[in-house]
């Protein structure tokens, strides 16, 4: 069964970290560029950071030195560190996984940072 599994969300404090967890079954998972997107209420899905198969990341500007992203492809498994949450870090967060003509999501893991 192909599936990805978020985990890892909750609510934090302003300044928290939380590391959310995306573990991937079904899938030959080392050759996926993996990715985490996040949509806020009343707002469209964005993506906050990314890794490629060959290990080389990309990240949104709004998270660029507070968030890392890193995968296990022994585990089967991508990571979101997020490190000096603000509130507008509040949104459920996504995992996804992409080849060139195919593209899988999670249920999404819901973090709100509020005090």
């Known amino acids: 069964q192909v599936q990805l599994v978020e985990s890892g969300g909750g609510l934090v404090q302003p300044g928290g970290s939380l590391r959310l967890s995306c573990a991937a079954s079904?899938?030959?998972?080392?050759?996926?560029?993996m990715g985490w997107y996040r949509q806020a209420p009343g707002k469209q899905r964005e993506l906050v950071a990314r890794i490629f198969s060959g290990g080389s990341t990309n990240y949104a500007d709004f998270v660029k030195g507070r968030f890392t992203i890193s995968r296990d492809n022994a585990k089967n498994t991508v990571y979101l560190q997020m490190n000096s949450l603000k509130p507008e870090d509040t949104a459920v967060y996504y995992c996804?996984?992409?080849?060139?003509?195919?593209?899988?999501w999670g249920q999404g893991t819901q973090v709100t940072v509020s005090s």
């Open positions: 079904g899938i030959r998972f080392s050759i996926y560029d």
């Open positions: 996804n996984a992409e080849l060139t003509t195919r593209a899988l």
